[in-house]
C-alpha cells in the first residue's frame, strides 16, 4: 500500500527481526511502527522532544532499545518505557551516539558523546565496562 509521510523527519529506520513490519523515528522524537501489509503505524512512541540518536529491536522481540540522553528500553506490547540505562560516572549533558547488542541479546554496547564506550548487563542495568578517550599529553 502507498503510505505519506514526512520523509524528510525519518531520522533512523530499521525492520523488525520477522521482517513483518518497520521502525522509524523522526526528528520530532516520535518512533512509529508501520506493518508491511497496513495502511497506516500500529504503535506510536514519543520518547522525547527531539530525534532519538539510535533504536535496536532486541532479539527476544518484545524490547526496544532507544538512545537519548540514557538508553530508555520499551515494552513494545505496552508501548512504555519500562527501564533507563544510566552510567554515573558519563557526563550528564552526553548523548548516546551509536549502540550495539551482543547477539544472545545480554549485553548492550553504547558510544556517547562525551567520548566513553559503556556496557551494560541488560537484565540488572549494571554497567560492566567503560571506556574513556585517551587523553594525550
Same mark, same amino acid.
Given at each position: 500500500?502507498?503510505?505519506?509521510?514526512?520523509?524528510?523527519?525519518?531520522?533512523?529506520? @530499521?525492520?523488525? %527481526?520477522?521482517?513483518?513490519?518497520f521502525l522509524t523515528t523522526? +526528528?520530532?522524537?516520535e518512533i512509529v511502527w508501520w506493518p508491511i501489509d497496513a495502511d497506516k503505524p500500529s504503535k506510536r512512541f514519543q520518547v522525547r522532544k527531539w530525534g532519538p540518536t539510535d533504536m535496536l529491536?532486541?532479539?527476544?522481540?518484545?524490547? @526496544?532499545?532507544?538512545g537519548v540522553e540514557k538508553v530508555q528500553i520499551w515494552d513494545i506490547e505496552q508501548e512504555k518505557m519500562v527501564k533507563e540505562l544510566?552510567? %554515573?560516572l558519563r557526563d550528564r549533558a552526553a548523548t548516546i551516539r551509536r549502540m550495539s547488542l551482543c547477539?544472545?541479546?545480554?549485553?548492550?554496547? +553504547?558510544?556517547s558523546s562525551d567520548k566513553t564506550l559503556i556496557v551494560w548487563d541488560l537484565e540488572t542495568g549494571d554497567?560492566?565496562?567503560? @571506556?574513556?578517550?585517551?587523553t594525550h599529553c
Open positions: 500500500p502507498r503510505r505519506e509521510f514526512d520523509v524528510d523527519m525519518v531520522t533512523r529506520l @530499521l525492520f523488525t %527481526p520477522k521482517g513483518d513490519a523522526t +526528528a520530532a522524537g529491536l532486541h532479539p527476544d522481540g518484545k524490547r @526496544l532499545l532507544v544510566e552510567d %554515573p547477539p544472545d541479546g545480554r549485553h548492550l554496547l +553504547a558510544s554497567v560492566k565496562q567503560r @571506556l574513556v578517550e585517551k
